[in-house]
């Protein structure tokens, strides 16, 4: 039984080290060389080709080389039954943390104004900050115990009204309009589903206080563009921090790159840890050829 990785556009050469380090005998192979198709039970796979997945018979489960699956749920040629999973640990969970309050406290202490500081003229930082994050999954339950950490008031939206032992926590339009009216910097770590598309957008920016922080690592797709343009002049919010677009790379003209008020970051919020990945890419693995619901499996009909 055969693992295969489907990932044109990305160097999985640390991961492939990895994996044959913690299972010598693992039968481990790289698209297109898929050698004989009926081996092949398991798929690794990040942004796959069209005809990725055509002619694999005895594939039982695809996995995302990452947290986001949005690339996989609606794929026409993955069988309703067919089993998803993500590589989504303890250690993509921390990364993403750490940047997030990176960003705040740079805000917050406002830390790009004072770099240099020729006059020697110190600014007052802005006031204590309330978090709001839109997600309470696994990435924001860590980002919410971080923040806590730093003795910050934090809170949280999520779609199913679930309650959260690290924050408080709402649902609805009512609840996101409450949260997004209370947060001095609003974080999206929400995943990509067809409920979620375009959440971030002008009703919800109007909602924000002035001068306030929008930072997204969502999925780029969770941003109406204009909207938050728009809004910068009204300085609803005041800054935004984004590492996560439509299109990626961002065009080297895309307004987003020139503006003094946005902070543009490519994509590397939370980089896939090698050793953390191939870890649990192997769990998944063997449950798969022992015929066990692999672990980090995805709901297909709610998209996470």
């Not at 039968?27 to 050698?35: E, K, Q």
């Not at 709402?170 to 999206?188: E, F, K, P, Q």
């Not at 002049?233 to 005041?238: A, F, L, V």
């Amino acid at each position: 039984m055969a693992l295969l990785l489907i990932a044109p556009d990305r160097d999985t050469s640390e991961l492939e080290r990895r994996l044959r380090g913690l299972d010598p005998d693992l039968d481990l192979r790289r698209w297109p060389d898929v050698g004989r198709p009926g081996d092949v039970v398991f798929a690794l796979a990040w942004k796959p080709p069209a005809e990725a997945f055509a002619g694999l018979p005895a594939l039982r489960a695809v996995g995302s080389l990452g947290a986001g699956v949005d690339h996989l749920v609606d794929r026409p040629d993955l069988a309703d039954d067919l089993a998803l999973t993500r590589l989504a640990g303890p250690r993509l969970a921390a990364d993403l943390a750490a940047y997030l309050v990176a960003m705040t406290v740079d805000w917050w202490k406002r830390l790009d104004e004072q770099r240099h500081c020729p006059d020697w003229r110190p600014l007052e930082p802005r006031s204590t900050p309330r978090i709001g994050l839109l997600g309470t999954g696994a990435m924001g339950r860590t980002a919410a115990r971080a923040f806590r950490t730093l003795e910050l008031d934090v809170a949280g939206w999520n779609r199913s009204g679930a309650a959260c032992d690290s924050m408080a926590t709402c649902s609805g339009a009512d609840g996101l309009t409450r949260l997004a009216g209370r947060s001095d910097v609003l974080i999206n770590v929400l995943p990509l589903t067809p409920a979620t598309r375009g959440l971030l957008d002008g009703a919800l920016f109007e909602q924000m206080p002035s001068d306030s922080l929008l930072v997204n690592v969502g999925r780029g797709e969770h941003l109406v563009e204009a909207d938050l343009l728009d809004a910068l002049e009204r300085n609803r919010p005041g800054r935004a921090v984004l590492d996560v677009f439509g299109e990626e790379p961002l065009p080297a003209d895309h307004p987003f790159r020139r503006h003094p008020r946005v902070v543009v970051t490519p994509h590397i919020a939370a980089r896939t840890d090698a050793a953390e990945a191939a870890r649990l890419a192997l769990e998944q693995y063997r449950a798969i050829r022992r015929g066990d619901p692999p672990p980090g499996r995805v709901d297909r009909a709610r998209g996470y």
